[in-house]
């Protein structure tokens, strides 16, 4: 893939990555087809829709569910959110958590 192409999708995408992994992500874009890394990179979830989603049915782990991880979002459910305590932290750490979970799913393509 071109330099051009990889920074076009790397803007289009940076704020789904954690910002210290885009040099990494750069390398590995090099090596895939244009139309195969934009298929990967459309899929990322957005960290800002988790963050609504946790804000207004977080506490029924339906922000896990959202960003794959739907053991902690079956316990969170089961818990009510860990009797909110639960749900008022990840408020705060879904974002990352979600920009964490778009990393690996690229690391693996």
């Known amino acids: 893939m071109e330099k051009g192409q990889i920074d076009q999708l790397l803007a289009m995408h940076s704020t789904k990555l954690p910002f210290e992994s885009l040099s990494i992500v750069k390398k590995k874009l090099e090596n ?3 139309e195969t890394a934009a298929i990967y990179m459309s899929q990322l979830k957005d960290p800002t829709i ?3 989603i946790s804000v207004i049915v977080g506490v029924y782990g ?3 569910f959202y960003i794959g991880d ?3 979002g079956v ?3 089961l818990t009510c959110g860990g009797a909110g305590i639960w749900w ?3 408020i705060f750490l879904i974002m990352d958590a979600t920009k964490k979970k ?3 799913m690229l690391m693996m393509m």
Do not use: H
Request: no cysteine; aromatic share 10%; hydrophobic share 50%.
């Open 32 to 34: 895939i087809e244009y």
């Open 50 to 52: 988790s963050l609504i």
């Open 62 to 64: 339906v922000d896990r």
């Open 70 to 72: 739907v053991g902690l």
């Open 75 to 77: 316990a969170k459910l």
């Open 88 to 90: 008022l932290v990840d």
């Open 102 to 104: 778009n990393y690996e």
